[in-house]
């Protein structure tokens, strides 16, 4: 088939399609007309996929066909339809996108946090810092496992899963950035080197890590997560490859929102362990056994699912149906 004849002989009737699935009202005999052209343009478009694959005149024809759809159809799909496919395909697809990049954020998070521990308890001075001694001793006689008991567990459950949903969520959306993502978790890295530093200068090092470990190995690695997918949109900012960078930036963009959204769900449980395991006095080895579990759970759903819906070919974008197709960039 001659591409360039069949475009030159359906130019007039592909307008005429554009023009009328832009107008706001229709006469009958127009929605008459409107129906025939989007089949007529169905067929074109099928004829050029099938001849010539994939081409900028295929793509065109294919943003008016949607476009017509969504006029005659007036409305799009039901969203509570695309919930299993989001759930089993497009969050996990995402989630292990960045599994690479998670664990360089949680190799520097350790890092980081070790080296302050490590620095603070070993020097006096730098404990004393930190503030007087004998509020430093109550912080690590006392107050520590205070903060876990001192609000009622649903109370506190809940706002932990709002404040580290938002650390989360901030992550992602300010990724491009570039600073934010790195900024947030050097903060709270440095506080966990604080927080550790002051229990084991008063040997409370295994209270420290009996009441971290249960709700924070959930909790960390959600937070490694959406550090590594604000860090991922930056880098398609950066590295565009072929496409624009506004084009690889949407489509990151697109894909790696929804971790801010399967973040919510992962914090939610850890909010849970935190509120109702954490503060109990149960053996250590009951609680960090539970939180094992909960971080067992995610990290199932991100890289077993995850790795099915990659090979599936997903990557957590949007269809094509419901982001519109891609302009076609040479190179």
Not at 81 to 94: C, G, N, S, V
Not at 189 to 208: H, I, P, S, T, Y
Not at 306 to 316: C, D, F, L, S, Y
Request: proline letters at 4%; aromatic letters at 10%; charged letters at 20%.
């Amino acid at each position: 088939m001659d591409l360039d004849a069949l475009t030159a002989a359906r130019r007039d009737e592909w307008a005429r399609l554009d023009e009328l699935g832009r107008r706001r009202h229709l006469s009958g005999p127009e929605v008459d007309e409107l129906v025939t052209r989007y089949r007529a343009a169905s067929a074109d478009l099928a004829d050029i996929k099938t001849s010539a694959g994939r081409t900028p005149q295929g793509d065109y024809v294919s943003i008016l066909l949607a476009r017509t759809r969504l006029r005659l159809t007036g409305v799009r799909e039901n969203v509570l339809r695309q919930m299993p496919r989001f759930f089993l395909w497009q969050l996990p697809a995402a989630l292990y996108r960045v599994r690479w990049m998670t664990l360089a954020v949680a190799l520097f998070f350790v890092a980081v946090a070790a080296l302050v521990a490590l620095w603070i308890s070993a020097d006096p001075a730098a404990v004393a810092a930190l503030g007087a001694r004998s509020d430093l001793q109550n912080y690590a006689d006392e107050r520590f496992v205070d903060y876990y008991r001192e609000n009622p567990n649903g109370i506190f459950a809940g706002t932990v899963w709002t404040n580290n949903a938002w650390i989360a969520a901030q992550c992602v959306l300010f990724g491009v950035t570039g600073f934010w993502p790195v900024m947030v978790i050097m903060q709270n890295a440095v506080g966990v080197g604080q927080a550790a530093a002051v229990m084991v200068a008063f040997d409370r090092a295994d209270v420290f890590f009996q009441f971290i470990l249960p709700h924070g190995l959930l909790e960390l690695t959600a937070i490694f997560v959406a550090g590594a997918a604000g860090l991922q949109i930056f880098w398609a900012w950066v590295a565009p490859g072929r496409r624009t960078r506004a084009a690889a930036l949407a489509a990151a963009g697109r894909s790696l929102a929804t971790v801010a959204v399967g973040l919510v769900f992962a914090l939610a449980l850890s909010g849970l362990v935190e509120g109702f395991v954490t503060p109990r006095d149960w053996p250590w080895q009951v609680k960090i056994a539970i939180g094992a579990v909960a971080l067992g759970v995610f990290l199932s759903y991100m890289l077993g699912v995850g790795r099915r819906a990659a090979r599936r070919g997903e990557t957590g974008d949007l269809t094509e149906y419901e982001a519109g197709t891609p302009t076609l960039t040479a190179g």
